[in-house]
């Protein structure tokens, strides 16, 4: 005979719709449904039933049939007897951690490693074959577990009311994980009825309907997918009925309706990529929207780059998704790229805010999902700069670094001279023996530089002697003759104050005044020359005045020229002097720059005599000295056009005691004096020259 177990109060109830009314479980016929044994309470028989309420009942793998009494009652838990005449009855005992923890029987159920669980509404029990004890699960997640179902894993997952939310246990480790709806169950407290099973669809996902809407869930991501009123399903309930059927549907009844799903199908996803828009844009407490004419040309939807200020550094940015269906469940992941790290978490906000961004550019990224969790992974970017204060740009770290430079030179300085005194005082005995040795020879060096100086000195005032005797012969004769004109005038102004012809004396008068006027004009003229004289000759006092260049040059370009030729009749050159007009008087100390001209135009002079002496056809020989005023400096060249100086010599022309003339007649000082003069005139001293056509020495004096 082929037999079922059943819960009698089953049938009553479906056959007389009462809630309340249970009387008895038994045995029935699978073929023909008759009752062959009943099971009802009997006080004289300790293994009969004692509850006349069974609504939950289970066979296991080992052909054990369990049942339980969800009331809040004394019955609690059964097994039936290996005869089938009788029950063991397992009830909590206080103090026994081995026994069940409550009677009220949610589920009875088996796991895919066909271990035994039963839900109770004061917590988990896995019941142990061999000892046939019960291990408890007092987690308050557990506290009331009243629904039950297994992964592809045939891993336990428990539903729990008014506690953990769907709750996974890992038995081998001990591990209790709640998925809760801190991780998007819509409820924790789930109310599917009074079967104890969680159904599961053909692909291993749950279906946990709530009271606030359907969550599905993926047991292999760990995520959910929730449905509402809104998406179809019925008004919301606080007991549902769910099955799954053989063809894959899940049938969801309640009080307000069924529900007919076909996984495969509602799962399915809209692969349509919402776009997405930047609506605003929030600087400091100002909305832009629509063009301004300042920052944004366009409105802000049609713009990609802004520039702004650096205390424009508090930005907010509205965005929206384009896609209409379930809209509010478009989700939105931000970054602002040189300032955050990641993107932000997936959400449904539509607004984010930075303050205090320091200077620099940034890149503002959007991406967007449809409610489906396709993702525009594109997504829209907005490049926005923020120029720094002018104390952070680039010229500023520069002046930053110049005076770095200058404190670091200073200290280095400072380093450097504390370093030589200390050494000095480590050494000041050794150098107070050595001292009056140095300065006897100091003091020899000195005069010998004297002399040379002095014999310097003496050579180009023997060059000026004839130059000057010349210039002065000029002066003197007019002196001559006009005194010896004035004599016969007055002679004659006296023989006609005899004859009383006054208007005849009076011509003479202004004939001798013109004279002596003119008398005076020469006088001072040779005076002149003797004073310039004078002052090469001796020593200069080393104070500046205003001095006109122009007359300077000319004066010593005559001079030098007039020397020579006093002393080599046969010598001739063509010497001219190219003033500018417009060149103001120079504060220098002229028998100073007098030197300088004088050696330069005698070196000029001697270069062209000596390419004159080596015979070439068609040379003539030319001295020029040009003045000019250039912006800030005052420029004195002085041009020949003799043999020129080798590169080799270049180098060296301006070292003291360094001559390319014969033995006797140069000393080698006279550049290098003209160097030093130049110099502490906080000018230049150059020279130009190419072999075989001239040379050119440029002098230049600050305006």
């Known amino acids: ?196 099973r969680i159904v599961k669809d053909e692909f291993g996902r749950f279906w946990l309907p709530t009271q606030r809407g359907l969550s599905v869930f993926d047991p292999e991501t760990k995520s959910f997918v929730s449905y509402y009123e809104k998406d179809g399903f019925q008004p919301y309930d606080r007991r549902y009925v769910t099955i799954a059927t053989s063809n894959g549907a899940i049938w969801i009844g309640g009080s307000h309706g069924l529900n007919h799903i076909l996984p495969a199908r509602l799962l399915e996803k809209d692969t349509t990529l919402p776009s997405i828009v930047i609506t605003q844009v929030t600087i400091n407490d100002s909305l832009y929207s629509k063009p301004d004419g300042a920052i944004f040309k366009q409105s802000v939807a049609y713009t990609n780059a802004i520039k702004l200020k650096y205390w424009q550094k508090d930005l907010s940015f509205d965005f929206v998704a384009l896609h209409y269906l379930r809209s ?182 202004k004939d001798v005044i013109d004279n002596e006027q003119k008398i005076n004009h020469h006088g001072k003229r040779a005076d002149a020359i003797v004073k310039g004289m004078l002052q090469h000759s001796r020593s200069s006092n080393g104070v500046k005045e205003p001095t006109d260049i122009n007359a300077l040059a000319d004066e010593y370009l005559r001079l030098s020229y007039h020397g020579l030729r006093a002393k080599d009749k046969s010598f001739n050159a063509v010497f001219k002097l190219q003033a500018d007009e417009d060149l103001p008087k120079v504060d220098v100390v002229p028998q100073d720059i007098g030197r300088v001209l004088l050696n330069l135009i005698n070196n000029a002079f001697y270069a062209v005599s000596e390419k004159t002496k080596a015979g070439i056809k068609g040379y003539n020989p030319e001295v020029i000295v040009l003045t000019t005023r250039l912006r800030d400096t005052i420029e004195i060249r002085v041009k020949d056009n003799g043999s020129g100086i080798p590169d080799s010599v270049k180098e060296k022309i301006f070292q003291p005691f360094f001559t390319t003339k014969p033995t006797g007649q140069g000393t080698g000082l006279g550049l290098s004096l003209s160097y030093d003069i130049v110099k502490a005139h906080g000018g230049e001293l150059k020279v130009e020259s190419t072999v075989g056509e001239g040379s050119e020495f440029i002098i230049e004096l600050p305006a």
């Open 328 to 509: 509010e469940d478009n989700q939105y992941s931000w970054k602002l790229e040189n300032y955050d790290k990641n993107w932000s978490a997936p959400s449904k906000e539509r607004k984010a805010s930075y303050t205090n961004l320091p200077s620099g550019k940034y890149v503002f990224r959007v991406k967007a999902s449809n409610a489906d969790g396709v993702w525009n992974e594109e997504g829209i970017s907005f490049t926005i700069r923020i120029l720094p204060p002018w104390w952070q740009t680039w010229w500023a770290y520069w002046i930053y670094l110049i005076i770095l430079i200058v404190i670091g030179w200073r200290i280095h300085k400072f380093q450097k001279a504390r370093t030589i005194r200390i050494e000095r005082d480590k050494t000041r005995d050794r150098e107070l023996i050595q001292a009056k040795e140095i300065e006897k020879a100091y003091t020899e060096l000195k005069a010998t530089q004297s002399q040379l100086i002095q014999s310097e000195k003496m050579a180009s005032l023997g060059e000026l002697t004839a130059g000057i005797a010349h210039e002065i012969q000029n002066p003197l004769n007019f002196v001559n003759n006009f005194s010896e004109v004035n004599q016969e005038l007055l002679e004659e102004m006296k023989e006609e104050i005899e004859k009383r012809n006054l208007d005849e004396v009076k011509l003479l008068v």
């Open 1 to 196: 005979m082929r037999k079922i177990f059943i819960a009698t109060n089953f049938i009553c109830i479906i056959c007389k719709g009462l809630s309340s009314v249970v009387f008895s479980c038994g045995i029935a016929d699978k073929n023909t449904g008759r009752i062959v044994k009943s099971f009802v309470p009997d006080d004289k028989n300790p293994a009969s039933l004692s509850s006349r309420r069974i609504d939950v009942f289970y066979q296991d793998s080992r052909g054990n049939i369990w049942l339980g009494d969800r009331g809040d009652n004394e019955f609690g838990l059964y097994r039936m007897n290996e005869g089938e005449d009788g029950f063991t009855h397992y009830l909590p005992v206080s103090g026994d951690t081995s026994s069940i923890s409550s009677n009220e029987i949610s589920f009875i159920a088996e796991d895919g490693k066909q271990r035994l669980w039963i839900g109770t509404d004061g917590g988990l029990n896995l019941y142990d074959y061999d000892q046939n004890i019960f291990t408890v699960f007092r987690s308050t997640i557990l506290s009331s577990t009243n629904f039950f179902t297994t992964d592809k894993n045939g891993e336990p997952w428990f539903g729990t009311y008014s506690s953990g939310g769907l709750v996974s246990v890992n038995v081998e480790k001990g591990i209790i994980t709640a998925f809760d709806e801190s991780k998007g169950l819509l409820q924790n407290d789930l109310v599917f009825g009074q079967n104890g």
